[in-house]
């Protein structure tokens, strides 16, 4: 199992909690009518008003990395594991998390579109 695979996973979760923390988590807030919250948020991470300003670029990167994430995720599920039976437990395991990992950052990434660009539209 080449070794990009979970950290390329890693890499998206890290990626999709970005779009959430920036984009999606404010809107929340105010869909949820907790206007306060966002305020003493930006007052506490004055850094959220300059991310929210490249929320297109923060979505699409992650989109992208998220693609990549998968390409990699693709090609290690049908690459050999190692034929000792210690290290294919171990391979077939981390195979089984780095999947798992990477759909979590889909559902994170899926989630913070739609708060970010579909919910804020409605109200």
């Known amino acids: 199992m080449p070794k990009f ?7 998206s979760l890290f990626a999709a909690s970005s779009t959430l923390i ?4 404010p809107a929340l807030f105010v869909a949820l009518g907790a ?3 966002v305020a003493t948020l930006v007052a506490t991470f004055p850094l959220l008003v300059s991310l929210s300003k490249f929320k297109i670029y923060i979505s699409v990167s992650t989109f992208i990395m998220l ?3 998968g390409y990699f995720n693709y090609v290690s599920f049908y690459s ?3 034929l000792d039976p ?3 437990k171990i391979c077939l395991r981390l195979r089984k998390r780095s999947r798992y990992i990477y759909y979590f950052s889909w559902f994170i ?3 913070a ?4 660009y579909l919910i804020t539209t409605l109200y």
């Open 86 to 88: 210690e290290l294919g």
């Open 22 to 25: 920036c984009c999606a988590m």
């Open 113 to 116: 579109t739609i708060f970010t």
């Open 67 to 69: 693609i990549i994430a």
């Open 109 to 111: 990434f899926i989630c």
């Open 80 to 82: 050999p594991c190692p």
């Open 5 to 11: 695979d979970i950290s390329f996973s890693f890499l």
């Open 35 to 37: 206007g306060a919250s």
